[in-house]
DNA sequence: TATGAATGAGTCTTCATTCAT
DNA sequence: CATGAATGAAGACTCATTCAT
């Protein structure tokens, strides 16, 4: 690269952490909005800019560049969320079937407060090439992901969960219809056979999925009943 | 020659049918790839003309434009795919489970033999903001998805069907369960908890999480059990 | 960095050897003449394209990017100098003071034959935070360097060379005199002290102070004389 | 409050001479030291703050914008050295040697004590393009740089200093001979060839080279002697 | 005196697109 | 069919400069 300038660290340059919250949250909460409309390499520095009212210019004054700013997403919301949803999971409750729903019920809850969570961790997380993949993964919470595999296993043994799903894919299975479901919520309103859904026949249907597909079935196959 | 020739149509220039299949299939192949690895908004023209060999002219050459080559991309690739899964449902077979294993089926079928469809999916067609949605939404098979949908409400009221469930978004589950397992499937090697596992386990889990889901319950909540 | 688009290779850039040469010479032509008159830190891409008459993609277009393009002068304008100055160095000649004279008359020649020459080698490769030294350095003729330091000390030792001077300041020497003369010649006709100096009376000042240095002094100090 | 003060002069603001002289000075030398590492172009006034500690905004408030930062560089510390350096000529000492004699050691002395001489010198006043130049000409000490060439030049008539060299070139092969060596000390230690030279080897050769070529020399050809 | 916030202008670089050959 | 040359528009990033505090 050979940049025509050395670099020396300019005082003066607020740091991750203090100075002067107002826009430098305003500009956390723009870009996140729009990469979560629009994904992140389709928005620009200027996108989030003019959303925030300031100069492209202002964007790298607080962020100093592309990756910091993807950084500071990462840290300073996508983070925050997810330790919400998985603070309680692996501390008292240990009854597989009330984690899963409590995790559900928040998962549910974040979406609804911060709406970018189900498109942004939909394309940038989960999905493959997605830009915090990689940022994100030596985050994840994967004690907890694995202690809560163990309990849906524990519960097999015990002959109260259903011995034929995969424990270690039960959350994922959680994320994918609850995530789905939400991100083309806006897809529904124009799709005629999916028209007029609420997001609560939506938790509940949800809830009808996880609670059915891991209690213990009846006796036969899969028309199932109990006669 | 013929200097400044009209936007119009120009003579010679293969229309989306004829005129050597090969490196337009080639090109198709190319960017439906890079499409599902890196997402359409950060893949270039010229990596797509660089993958096949060629020059970025060549791209415009078959394709006009940008904007034609995602329409080529999902009519030529995209919807060939949708039109497999399916297919079958709304002639003959009618039992609510088994046109959901059929689905199912398909899908895990169609992800294996095109490795891309589930991130393309996931990020351009489903996730909010997708580059492909506007373009699929009016292709989408909307008279069978509501087809699907009526069977498994014919299912409810014939008590052979968990009516807790919502029947439109039965779909909406299964191709979230299916993708998003799939299109992190290069994740788990690299989370602990989640290492090893196999396709096939993972259709046989999600095959799981639905017929339970979907099949009648016991008799009370969700700790289940018969009696 | 995280670029928001991978690199793949594309067919059809010109790789630095053939494709048109015409505008990338007259480019490279282009560049070294601003990188001599106003330094290589502040000269853009933008104002090289403008000299060349073309669009700074275009300069993109041929070397891919500012380094690249350093390294392309480096390559064929300045190496190809050095080349000519130092080729007859090494083989066949050997006396000291024809040594020096030849390389004298050769840099006189270069310089008035490619003028970018005095400036460019003083800013950017002599001076110290030079931009072309740190690739230069490895290409520097520093064998025949040696040789011709060696050469020198066998005249001291013969009794032929001054002793007093530092055979491998030599060239140091004699290129501080040249350049720096040639370099500010255009600042000569400013001062009065120093207007009106011809090329060839300062090659012939030059090479007097060279002649007169290197040769062995006449009996006592420096007031000179031989009585 | 003043909303709208105009470009004149600011209350309060420091005229070059008073005002916390000790930051002001540690900014000139920043600058300086700056500018000869990097070359002026290629230094922000960002790096000077940082340099000093600052912010960049101090550096306007010392020095309003870049241009009179750069007068106040070569009035406060350029001149500085020239005016040490000429100010014994033209007083006194007529003896040409001897005048020589004298530049060359306050030159060495001065560029031992500011190590930024050479460098800046070479790229910024001496060479094409400098952006010192301009600055510098006007300031230059032409009266005492026609006067040592006179006392060459009647040097010359009286047979006591060699008729071959140009007495208006002399004061230049001196700077070059000198600047040069030092500016590229960095650079031996990295070729084979002239590594382990220490300054005094440097100024000794330097006045041997000077001396010899300045005297009178011996009756024949360049390969000298006296028969 | 000193700073942090803010900006406008500019620089390098990329990319879709065009076109003559 | 295919390419190399060329461009205009845009994007990330830098920097001198201003200003309220």
Redesign the pocket.
Known sequence: ?T???G?IRQ????SAS???P???EQLLDAATGLFARQGIAA?????I?AQA??????????F????Q?LDAVVDERVMRVIGYVWGPVGQGEAEPLALVAGLLERLFESAERQPWLPPLWLREVLNEGGQLRERMLPRLPSAKLQWLAERLADGQRAGSVNPAIEPRLVFLSLLGMTLLSLATASLWQRVPALEGLSREQLQRHVWAMLAGGLSMPPEEGHSGGCR
Chains 1, 2, 3, 4 share one sequence.
């Open positions: 690269m940049p025509r300038t670099k005082p003066g340059r607020p203090q100075a002067h107002d826009l430098r928005t620009t520095m200027g996108q800019a009212g300031v100069t492209p210019a202002m964007v790298h004054y607080h100093t560049n592309r990756d700013l």
